[in-house]
């Protein structure tokens, strides 16, 4: 093979190569390109169209508990557009964080990239309170239980009960009677003794139950409270029927619904008895071992207690 055949092969492998790694090299940089008009940006929500107002919101960066100090290190900035801004949000770390002395806490579990909500927290120098979880225009109120009319404990934050309402009532005749009533339905539960944490898992034997009701049901709590005894009756979750009631007395407890049979009078051995006039009298006569039984005219001079026992001979 000639030399110049050589050579002109050699340099043709060689812009081959050339051309080769040129056109990846152009075709790598045109996707990075592409690509990059194309992220979106970290604090930018995915599918935000282009040009729409955006705005700044706080959000958790991590998974976040009941009664943890919320801090600075925990949340951080994103944008959310205006129109889907959660009511309640706050837009800078400043409107959390009014006194740095004063901690915040948080009073919802929240996950990490969830909008912090007014509702969530305790409130800008606040501390985790109950008035912070009840509704507008109910009040908190608690009751004393033991651990047969707490449920055995199994009561939660969160879950809805029955209020039963037993008392003494005087009756005339008969002495005490107890009666029971559902005094409550469907009551949410706030919190047991001081524990107002809704993620508890275990049962626990409480002293006192605090219970979410309006101003009236409250009144009517504390008269009970003070007039018989209270019990809980927890509901099914999910179970927001109200049901009609009526009171239960202590005579109904071992009362039979059905009708009792009348009562049979024995009958005598001898038949049915007779009907005896009224001017007769029906005496016996016994003679030896024989007995009979004679009716005799009434004297109207002697008393009426001619049914005696004659013996004869």
């Known amino acids: 093979m000639r030399q110049s055949t050589i050579i002109t092969l050699g340099a043709s492998v060689a812009f081959g190569v050339f051309a080769v790694v040129?056109?990846?090299g152009w075709i790598n940089d045109a996707i990075k390109d592409e690509y990059s008009k194309r992220v979106v940006p970290v604090n930018q929500v995915v599918g935000t169209p282009s040009g729409a107002d955006m705005v700044s919101v706080i959000i958790v960066d991590a998974d976040l508990n009941f009664g943890d100090v919320l801090t600075r290190d925990m949340l951080r900035v994103a944008e959310f557009p205006k129109d889907a801004v959660p009511v309640g949000a706050y837009e800078t770390m400043?409107?959390?964080?009014?006194n740095p002395v004063q901690p915040t806490v948080v009073l919802r579990r929240m996950a990490r990239n969830e909008a912090v909500l007014?509702?969530?927290i305790s409130g800008p120098g606040a501390r985790g309170s109950l008035s912070a979880l009840i509704n507008e225009g109910m009040r908190?109120?608690?009751v004393r239980v033991t651990d047969v009319s707490g449920v055995a404990g199994f009561v939660m934050p969160g879950d809805y009960v029955d209020v039963i309402y037993t008392r003494d009532e005087e009756v005339r005749r008969n002495g005490n009677n107890l009666k029971s009533d559902v005094l409550l339905q469907n009551v949410k539960v706030l919190g047991i003794d001081q524990d107002l944490n809704n993620d508890s898992e275990l049962p626990s034997v409480v002293k006192t139950v605090t219970l979410e009701v309006s101003n009236v049901d409250a009144q009517k709590l504390h008269l009970a409270e003070d007039a018989g005894k209270l019990g809980l009756a927890l509901r099914r979750a999910g179970d927001t029927q109200i049901q009609p009631v009526k009171t239960v007395?202590?005579?109904?407890i071992l009362s039979n619904p059905q009708k009792a049979a009348p009562v049979r009078t024995a009958r005598r051995i001898y038949g049915a008895p007779k009907k005896t006039p009224s001017n007769l009298a029906e005496i016996t006569v016994f003679r030896g071992e024989k007995r009979d039984q004679v009716q005799v005219i009434k004297d109207p001079s002697e008393t009426d207690g001619l049914n005696n026992t004659l013996a004869g001979g």
């Open 22 to 24: 040129l056109a990846r």
């Open 94 to 98: 400043n409107s959390i964080f009014v």
């Open 118 to 120: 007014d509702y969530k």
């Open 140 to 142: 908190a109120v608690s």
């Open 249 to 252: 007395q202590q005579q109904s």
